[in-house]
């Protein structure tokens, strides 16, 4: 987990550099086109599996709601520091909890909304509406965990009927397409050196889910899901250092508590049944 939180700051830190000449949907587009290359070796179960229609429409609707939450991702990164957008994503895990009590049934427990409120009031520490000026990049980011918060519900009906690797590779595909039209919109021919680049977005990207896999295999996500704190703490020291950001206590402050909110929640139903419900915060990255 800790190669994992430092593989996502990776991620971040280069769309960071990047910088906007290149729209976000197209360079959202682009990290997904060219980490397609990472499906070579799941093509054979993917062949092999076969979906119903049913199954087909789950992950094109999965595809389009995380295709929009990359899209708002990719612009907050160039909109606010590095420590909001990870302090924010945070929040995702919480939006599922709630999701998955509206439209699941899901059992919603005094305990679990105590958490959640916590969350929410972790999002007023980071924004502090009313004291300081509230972004268009922080609005992008609240609604990219909402979304990624609805992708990862969709996930839910999947991943009973088909094996992993199927789930992965359908979301690449799916997402790949669905971002296809909003890049020919604002398409700007990118150089070799942009698309060396967001090449290295969708390495670090899949090397980071994959050491995210190992760490599940090797430990509860009730153990895991706290050492993703350190991913705040690194986005925050490579914010100050490479991109003179300065540091915000409250960020790191509200980051904490939303972090608390989702480790609380996800070890009561690591208790309850064994099994995690909330996906863990990092797997709402792209």
């Known amino acids: 987990m800790l190669v994992t939180g430092l593989c996502f700051v990776a991620v971040t830190a280069i769309v960071k550099f990047l910088?906007?000449?290149?729209?976000p949907a197209e360079q959202a587009f682009l990290r997904y086109l060219l980490g397609l290359v990472f499906l070579l070796p799941m093509l054979p179960s993917m062949l092999n599996t076969r979906l119903n229609g049913r199954l087909m429409a789950l992950f094109a609707i999965r595809g389009i709601f995380h295709a929009m939450g990359v899209m708002m991702w990719f612009y907050a990164m160039t909109r606010i520091?590095?420590?909001?957008?990870?302090?924010?994503n945070?929040?995702?895990p919480v939006y599922v909890t709630l999701g998955a009590a509206m439209f699941l049934g899901e059992r919603l427990a005094m305990r679990r909304i105590a958490a959640v409120v916590a969350a929410l009031?972790?999002?007023?520490?980071?924004?502090?509406p009313g004291f300081r000026e509230v972004q268009p990049g922080h609005l992008a980011m609240l609604l990219a965990a909402v979304v990624f918060g609805g992708s990862y519900l969709l996930a839910k009906f999947t991943v009973?009927?088909?094996?992993?690797?199927v789930v992965v590779g359908m979301l690449s595909i799916w997402v790949t397409i669905a971002l296809a039209p909003f890049a020919y919109a604002v398409w700007v021919t990118p150089t070799l050196t942009e698309l060396g680049?967001?090449?290295?977005?969708?390495?670090f990207a899949t090397a980071g889910h994959y050491t995210m896999t190992l760490a599940f295999a090797a430990a509860p996500v009730a153990v895991t899901q706290p050492v993703t704190f350190l991913q705040l703490v690194w986005a925050t020291a490579l914010?100050?250092?490479?991109f003179s950001e300065p540091v915000d206590i409250w960020v790191v402050l509200g980051g904490g508590l939303i972090l608390g909110a989702v480790s609380f929640i996800t070890w009561r139903e690591y208790m309850l049944k064994h099994q995690p419900i909330t996906p863990p915060t990092p797997a709402t990255k792209v």
Do not use: K, M, Q
């Open 81 to 88: 520091p590095l420590a909001e957008v990870t302090a924010i």
């Open 160 to 165: 009973d009927r088909v094996n992993a690797a």
């Open 90 to 92: 945070y929040l995702a």
């Open 19 to 23: 910088g906007p000449r290149i729209p």
């Open 197 to 203: 680049i967001l090449f290295g977005v969708a390495c």
């Open 121 to 128: 009031i972790g999002a007023a520490v980071i924004l502090r």
């Open 239 to 242: 914010g100050a250092l490479v």
